[in-house]
């Protein structure tokens, strides 16, 4: 997945906007405009980084004149007490940049880091890592990246990606059958459709309507086994629903391609990244 470089502009403006509104009531009557400080990044804990080009970008916004170090780059592994990057530029401008830097690193290495653990926790079995829609407001294609970063793949982006019948769809059309049919009728070829289902009655159906995926809902795990069996390859089986870190390994001991966690980036942990002065 690869950030477009006006998607990131944008939403970096909207939060400098939002942090600093007109001045930087501490900064600006502080520091001289001239000054120049040197400053880095250090890990405080262990895990993957994402996000360092993107929270460096706030600061050249602000200090097209920075001078940057990288030591590090997204999908590295970093320990605590590593230094990610060195800068150095103005300081009223640095000081300005340090929140709002270090709120989306910190937020993106906790989505790469957590991922990272989930597709460990799975590896040997056939099982995919993605991701959700369960994203918060205007940050999706931000965390979206940062689960490939760790090593998981993406769900569908939006609404548009593809067709998802989820229980309310069915209950409101009524069935997933006539559902089903429905769409065909005015999808397009290219159109890939899943459907959720809650239990083996309904993994046999979406079966034979011929879907692309079926998503076992909240199913135990020998629900899903025996729904695997059934499904035999003729669709995508997607495991999703209660899925946690302690209980991922069982669920892709299923036989399931694919298992989506919407924790990956709903109520991931921030990854604990510092900035330091060197003094002067």
């Not at 609404?159 to 209950?171: F, Q, R, S, W």
């Not at 809650?198 to 879907?211: F, H, P, Q, T, Y």
Request: charged share 25%; net charge negative.
């Amino acid at each position: 997945m690869i950030l477009l470089p006006f998607y990131i502009d944008d939403l970096i403006k909207t939060a400098l906007s939002e942090d600093i509104n007109y001045i930087d009531s501490t900064a600006d009557l502080l520091i001289d405009e001239n000054d120049i400080s040197e400053a880095y990044f250090v890990a405080k804990d262990d895990g993957i980084l994402a996000g360092i080009e993107v929270a460096l970008r706030v600061f050249t916004i602000l200090d097209p004149e920075l001078k940057i170090e990288l030591l590090k780059k997204d999908g590295d592994k970093v320990k605590n007490g590593d230094i990610i990057a060195n800068f150095s530029g103005h300081t009223r401008l640095m000081l300005k940049a340090e929140r709002t830097s270090l709120n989306i690193l910190q937020h993106m290495s906790g989505i790469a880091t957590y991922t990272n653990k989930c597709v460990e926790a799975v590896a040997g079995t056939k099982a995919s890592i993605t991701d959700t829609r369960k994203t918060l407001p205007g940050l999706r294609a931000l965390q979206k990246y940062s689960v490939t970063v760790g090593g998981g793949k993406n769900h569908r982006y939006n609404l548009t990606d593809a067709a998802m019948l989820k229980d309310n769809h069915i209950d409101a059309y009524g069935g997933i059958t006539a559902a089903v049919e429905a769409l065909r009728k005015k999808a397009g070829h290219m159109l890939q459709i899943e459907v959720e289902t809650r239990n083996l009655d309904e993994v046999k159906e979406a079966v034979a309507c011929g879907v692309n995926v079926i998503m076992l809902d909240n199913m135990t795990n020998e629900q899903m086994k025996e729904a695997v069996d059934f499904i035999d390859g003729r669709a995508k089986a997607e495991a999703s629903g209660n899925v946690t870190l302690e209980t991922i390994r069982s669920k892709a001991e299923t036989g399931v391609d694919i298992i989506s966690l919407g924790a990956l980036t709903h109520s991931v942990k921030a990854f604990d990244i510092s900035m330091k002065w060197r003094k002067k």
